[in-house]
């Protein structure tokens, strides 16, 4: 339904879709905010699931960047509704562990702790982890946000190869400043990181 209708779908809507009144609805849920609520978490559920996959990454630096940034674009592209609502509506359900819902958190969170293991690895600081994904994780939201409205955009592969070579850029900066020097094109380990699964 958010697929058809678009990510302002009301909860008279959600009703119709359900077969019932809007008042009836409410006997199952205590307000608006509490029907999005429990959307927010069955979406969450299934984003989780699919986009688990697209972070079983192996090959070179650049490789695992490519993989990654063309399955998360291309899953934004499909499912852009659904993003827009999350966003929309995945923070409004409360405190505490509802904050944990944003996707781009998970996302942010799960790329803090694969850039700690490699900090780690090179002995450098590792407290810039934390900067370094969530700044990626923003980069490569925005642009998507930005690409997917752009009547004039590029096509997708030109699109996550551009997104790519700046996200290499900026690990490799933050390498260096390290006095690490990475080959983008050779072959890197990568560890056993599970991405982190949907709050319950």
């Known amino acids: ?44 559920q299934l984003i989780h699931t699919e986009l688990a996959p697209l972070w079983n990454l192996h090959g070179t630096p650049l490789e695992m960047i490519t993989s990654a940034v063309d399955g998360h674009t291309r899953w934004l592209a499909d499912n852009r509704h659904l993003y827009r609502y999350l966003g929309m509506h995945a923070l409004s359900a409360g405190d505490g562990p509802h904050a944990i819902r944003d996707v781009k958190t998970t996302i942010g969170t799960h790329l803090t702790r694969l850039f700690e293991h490699y900090l780690a690895l090179f002995r450098m600081d590792t407290r810039v982890a934390g900067s370094v994904a969530f700044g990626v994780v923003g980069l490569v939201d925005s642009c998507t946000a930005h690409w997917l409205d752009d009547p004039r ?27 690490v020097e990475l080959d983008a094109d050779a072959p890197l380990a990568a560890p056993d990181l599970k991405f982190p699964p949907a709050p319950e």
Do not use: C, N
């Open 1 to 44: 339904m958010i697929a058809e209708r678009g990510p302002g779908v009301s909860t008279e809507q959600i009703a119709q879709e359900a077969g019932v009144a809007r008042t009836q609805l409410y006997k199952h849920f205590t307000d608006a905010a509490d029907v999005h609520g429990a959307i927010v978490d069955q979406a969450l």
């Open 153 to 179: 955009r590029l096509d997708h592969s030109e699109f996550v190869a551009l997104l790519a070579r700046w996200v290499w850029r900026i690990l490799d900066d933050t390498l260096r400043s390290g006095g």
